[in-house]
């Protein structure tokens, strides 16, 4: 079953995903590689700031806190890819 590739912004707040790609500037892709933001890792939306902006998301294991202006170059398939299992 193919999942639609959407932007990580536009996952709710407790919806997962699995990375497909980051269309930034390879120094900011990266970075953000660096810190777990990969291709083929599980992502999880886990909570808002209560302004809204940024977003925390959890990815292998740790939580970090995106701008949305990043979160939005960041491209997720909703749901998980078989096999992959759940995010702790």
């Known amino acids: 079953m193919t999942y639609p590739c959407v932007a990580l912004i536009d996952l709710e707040v407790g919806e997962a995903g699995t990375i497909d790609h980051i269309s930034l500037p390879p120094a900011d892709q990266q970075f953000l590689m660096r810190i777990g933001f990969v291709p083929g890792a599980q992502v999880r939306y886990s909570r808002r700031a209560p302004l809204g902006d940024p977003g925390v998301?959890?990815?292998?294991?740790?939580?970090?806190?995106?701008?949305?202006?990043?979160?939005?170059?960041i491209f997720v398939q909703r749901g998980y890819r078989s096999g992959l299992g759940d995010l702790p």
């Open 57 to 73: 998301y959890s990815v292998d294991g740790t939580e970090i806190a995106l701008r949305a202006e990043t979160a939005s170059y």
